[in-house]
Antibody, heavy 117, light 112 residues
C-alpha cells in the first residue's frame, strides 16, 4: 500500500522557519518526481514546488510566491522529501501536501502549518 | 502562467444521473515530450485530494469506471456516468505541463 506521511507542521511566528518531512512507502520513491502543494483554509489547491527524480537531474522548481524562501530536497536512501520553509508569512498558512508523481499520483494526508503571532 | 477555468462551479446532481465538468486552459497543454499533463482530482469533504484521471483520459488505479476523461489541447471534460453518494466533493483539473503547475477553481458536486 502506498503511503505518504507528512510531518513537521504546527504553529510558527511570522519570519520564523519550519521544515516539513514526507516519508514515503509502497512505491519506488527514487523513481518519482515529488511535489509539495498547499491549501489555505476553505480555499483551492496551490502548487508550491517540485523536485525531479535523481535520474532526471534532481533539480527543483518553485512557485513565485515561495521562491527564495522555500527549498525542496530529497533523500532517496530514506524515501523522504523535505520542504524547508524560511521567512514564513501569515499567507503561508495552509495544509501542506506531499505528492508523488508529476500528474499528482500519490497524495499524503497533509500537515497544517499556521503562521501567526 | 497557464490559467485553468472550470464550468460549472457548482453541480447539484440527482443520484444515478450523469454529471459533466468542463476544464479549459489558457494555452495548449501539450508538453514537448508529447504528453498532455492534464489531471482530474477529487477532494471529498475533510479528505486530501486523490487522483482520478491523468494525462487527459487515463483512469488511475482503483478509480471506478463511471469516471472518464476526454479532450485535447485546451479543452477537457470529466464525466461521471451515474453519480453515486460517495462522489460528493470538489473536483479540480490540474495542469502539470508547464511550471508553475496550476489548478482550476474547483467544481462542487453535491446531491439534489
Amino acid at each position: 500500500e502506498v503511503q505518504l506521511v507528512e510531518s513537521g507542521g504546527g504553529l510558527v511566528q511570522p519570519g520564523r522557519s519550519l521544515r516539513l518531512s514526507c516519508t514515503a512507502s509502497g512505491f519506488t520513491f527514487g523513481d518519482y518526481a515529488m511535489s509539495w502543494f498547499r491549501q489555505a483554509p476553505g480555499k483551492g489547491l496551490q502548487w508550491v514546488g517540485f523536485i525531479r527524480s535523481r535520474a532526471s537531474g534532481g533539480t527543483t522548481e518553485y512557485a513565485a510566491s515561495v521562491k527564495g524562501r522555500f527549498t525542496i530536497s530529497r533523500d532517496d536512501s530514506k524515501s523522504i522529501a523535505y520542504l524547508q520553509m524560511n521567512s514564513l508569512k501569515t499567507e503561508d498558512t495552509a495544509v501542506y501536501y506531499c505528492v508523488g508523481g508529476r500528474s499528482g499520483v500519490y497524495w499524503g494526508q497533509g500537515t497544517l502549518v499556521t503562521v501567526s503571532s | 502562467d497557464i490559467v485553468m477555468t472550470q464550468t460549472p462551479l457548482s453541480s447539484p446532481v440527482t443520484l444515478g444521473q450523469p454529471a459533466s465538468i468542463s476544464c479549459r486552459s489558457s494555452q495548449s497543454l501539450v508538453h514537448s515530450d508529447g504528453n498532455t499533463y492534464l489531471s482530474w482530482l477529487q477532494q471529498r469533504p475533510g479528505q486530501p485530494p486523490r487522483l482520478l484521471i491523468y494525462k487527459i483520459s487515463n483512469r488511475f488505479s482503483g478509480v471506478p469506471d463511471r469516471f472518464s476523461g476526454s479532450g485535447a489541447g485546451t479543452d477537457f471534460t470529466l464525466k461521471i456516468s451515474r453519480v453515486e453518494a460517495e462522489d460528493v466533493g470538489v473536483y479540480y483539473c490540474m495542469q502539470a505541463t508547464q511550471f508553475p503547475f496550476t489548478f482550476g477553481p474547483g467544481t462542487k458536486v453535491d446531491i439534489k
